[in-house]
């Protein structure tokens, strides 16, 4: 991963999202089970009921990828409409390096997200779709 070899970073947080967040997560758990790498996975849940409107097969990978996670945290104990902004506050917060799968579109969560690791002079590496 050329983050971990790039910037040295050995800790890495999801926001267990559908999509690019659960591919991310289930990335840095398998490298690390295969013990290719010295690294944990820390998942930034914005609520308990997150899965709540989700498929099956969605709600049973993310449950299979928080048994194997390092930590997790909840960052509320039900959904509110700004719970998904301070999730991704966190994960910025927490973090020296951002990783963001971004469009460009400058609107949205993901956008919001890349705008406040800029405003916090955060090193972000975009993977373009």
């Given at each position: ?32 089970d ?13 609520c ?18 928080l048994r ?43 956008w ?18």
């Open positions: 991963m050329f983050i971990i070899n790039e910037y040295g970073v050995t800790h890495f947080i999801s926001g267990m999202a559908v999509g690019f967040d659960m591919d991310f997560a289930e990335t840095v758990l398998n490298l690390r295969e013990e290719r790498y010295l690294i944990t996975l820390e998942c930034a849940i914005p308990y009921d997150q899965t709540l409107k989700w498929s099956k097969p969605d709600k049973s990978r993310y449950d299979g990828l194997r996670t390092d930590r997790f945290i909840v960052i509320s104990d039900q959904y509110t409409p700004e719970c998904m902004f301070k999730r991704n506050r966190y994960m910025v917060d927490k973090s020296d390096v951002i990783i963001a799968f971004f469009n460009g579109v400058k609107k949205g969560g993901t919001y997200t890349v705008d406040y690791a800029m405003k916090k002079n955060k090193i972000i590496k975009f993977i373009d779709f």
